[in-house]
């Protein structure tokens, strides 16, 4: 499976202040956006032929969207139809580019590695338990930890 990353214009609805997107529910022919700003938390909603997400969502598995700068970034899985949806949406659509499976996804490894340290462990006793070196616990820790900020 091959993933893209498409970077959207907020639409006009959506808050200039809005710091993350915490989820969406389609009810009755209209989307509503669920999003985090200073604020507290703000629904906005639109029909579902207006929402450029929806029209991904449509077309293929989205496996995040996240909001950064008044800019909406979504992961989707790579198919024709979406990438024909991208061109036929030009003027919303600032870029798109792939994204490899292998930056996206933690690993059980990475995840393991992860769980030791939130549970108190260092790198040395990590290193110790699996039966490598210390730096490759650290290079190990560190890619992980750049995986869970993608995703945060």
């Known amino acids: 499976m091959r993933f893209l990353e498409i970077v959207f214009r907020g639409c006009s609805k959506l808050p200039r202040d809005a710091i993350f997107h915490l989820g969406f529910k389609i009810a009755n022919g209209k989307i509503s956006h669920a999003v985090y700003t200073p604020r507290g938390v703000v629904y906005v909603s639109s029909k579902c032929e207006e929402c450029i997400v929806y029209r991904v969502l449509e077309k293929g598995h989205v496996y995040r969207i996240k909001i950064r700068e008044g800019l909406v970034y979504v992961i989707t899985e790579e198919k024709k139809a979406v990438v024909k949806l991208l061109r036929e949406n030009r003027e919303r659509v600032l870029a798109y580019r792939p994204v490899p499976v292998k930056q996206i996804v933690v690993t059980p490894l ?38 869970v900020v993608e995703l945060v």
């Not at 260092?122 to 930890?145: D, E, H, I, M, W």
Request: glycine residues 8%; positive net charge; hydrophobic residues 40%.
């Open 110 to 147: 990475q995840r393991e590695v992860l769980a030791k340290m939130a549970d108190g462990g260092n790198l040395s006793t990590t290193a110790r338990a699996r039966g490598v070196s210390k730096v490759a616990v650290y290079k190990t820790f560190k890619l992980a930890l750049r995986k």
